[in-house]
């Protein structure tokens, strides 16, 4: 497949989830708390407009898009293409004899911010949520095929949950419960919500776009769905060409076991030049 038709497969297919998110946001009614976290009773409040809400979502994107990914995209694309590579979990081990010790040491460590001057707010959290996503697959297969003993009540997450956490290394960065594994698997969830298709749109997000990732009582899941949803509306067209490209182009390296190297990246940088994508 040359670059041509990769940029095509990979603008239809944002565009194609694009559309579908907003469909689904729009069939919810917008309710959400945007107020304080306090349990003391409080008079009932009036359920925020649709209005209110879009309003909101544009203070999201950082005010100049497309210069941010042009400035930052190829040490975002190193760090990212790094960190996927340390934590991809071999496809034909049980589950039982996996060491992800590194793997999850690298999770933590970006969740932590170790890597914040490469890696944007968000992209450990991304990973993060799609390893334990991974994890849980390889566990339920293990499971039905015998290789992990079936114990009454207990569910796939809260196998794959314990094994992440047994997995870590000690130290401040380490997850101490499963309740923060989940808090930090919605966050997650939520910035794959901002981003679609295309984790390299984390570099345009604000802080604001941040606290509604992080604080899940500011708005419910479904009323977020939209403002995930009018936010990408808000992304200039040719970046969102950019990051589809840039995503399909990544995920074929890595497929490829071929390095990120500065000779790749200058061809990347090219293509998307003489097509306008930046």
């Given at each position: 497949?040359?670059?041509?038709?990769?940029?095509?497969?990979a603008?239809?297919a944002?565009?194609?989830?694009?559309?579908?998110?907003?469909?689904?946001?729009a069939?919810?009614?917008i309710?959400?708390?945007?107020?304080?976290?306090?349990r003391?009773?409080?008079?009932?409040?009036?359920?925020?407009?649709?209005?209110?809400?879009?309003?909101?979502?544009?203070?999201?994107?950082?005010?100049?898009?497309?210069d941010?990914?042009?400035q930052t995209?190829?040490?975002?694309?190193?760090?990212?293409?790094?960190?996927?590579?340390?934590?991809?979990?071999?496809?034909?081990?049980?589950?039982?004899?996996?060491?992800?010790?590194?793997a999850?040491?690298?999770?933590?460590g970006?969740?932590?911010?170790?890597?914040?001057?490469?890696?944007?707010?968000?992209?450990?959290?991304?990973?993060?949520?799609?390893?334990?996503?991974?994890?849980?697959?390889?566990?339920?297969?293990?499971?039905?095929a015998?290789?992990?003993?079936?114990?009454?009540?207990?569910?796939?997450?809260?196998?794959a949950?314990?094994?992440?956490?047994?997995?870590?290394s000690?130290?401040?960065?380490?997850?101490?419960?499963?309740?923060?594994?989940?808090?930090?698997?919605?966050?997650?969830?939520?910035?794959?919500?901002?981003?679609?298709?295309?984790?390299?749109?984390?570099?345009?997000?604000?802080?604001?776009?941040?606290?509604?990732?992080?604080?899940?009582?500011?708005?419910?899941?479904?009323?977020?769905?939209?403002?995930?949803?009018?936010?990408?509306?808000?992304?200039?067209?040719?970046?969102?060409?950019?990051?589809?490209?840039l995503?399909?182009?990544?995920?074929?390296?890595?497929?490829?076991?071929?390095?990120?190297?500065?000779?790749?990246?200058?061809?990347i940088?090219?293509?998307?030049r003489?097509?306008?994508?930046?």
């Amino acid at each position: 497949m040359n670059q041509t038709t990769q940029f095509g497969v990979a603008t239809e297919a944002l565009l194609k989830e694009m559309a579908a998110v907003r469909l689904h946001g729009a069939q919810h009614k917008i309710g959400g708390n945007f107020g304080s976290r306090t349990r003391a009773k409080k008079k009932p409040r009036k359920k925020k407009s649709l209005e209110q809400v879009i309003s909101i979502s544009p203070r999201f994107i950082k005010d100049d898009p497309v210069d941010c990914f042009s400035q930052t995209w190829r040490q975002t694309l190193t760090a990212w293409d790094s960190l996927v590579r340390q934590t991809r979990i071999p496809p034909d081990t049980p589950v039982a004899d996996l060491d992800i010790t590194s793997a999850v040491d690298a999770l933590n460590g970006a969740i932590a911010g170790k890597e914040r001057t490469s890696l944007p707010p968000g992209s450990g959290y991304v990973q993060f949520s799609r390893f334990l996503d991974t994890l849980e697959g390889r566990v339920k297969t293990d499971r039905q095929a015998g290789l992990i003993p079936s114990e009454s009540g207990r569910v796939t997450a809260s196998i794959a949950f314990d094994i992440y956490l047994t997995a870590q290394s000690v130290g401040p960065e380490a997850l101490q419960t499963r309740s923060k594994m989940s808090e930090h698997r919605r966050a997650g969830r939520r910035w794959q919500e901002l981003v679609g298709p295309s984790v390299f749109l984390l570099a345009i997000y604000t802080d604001v776009a941040e606290k509604f990732v992080k604080d899940h009582l500011r708005v419910d899941k479904e009323t977020f769905k939209v403002m995930a949803s009018v936010a990408l509306d808000s992304i200039p067209t040719n970046l969102l060409k950019a990051c589809a490209y840039l995503s399909t182009i990544a995920e074929d390296r890595l497929r490829s076991g071929l390095p990120c190297d500065d000779a790749w990246m200058d061809q990347i940088e090219n293509y998307m030049r003489q097509h306008a994508l930046m």
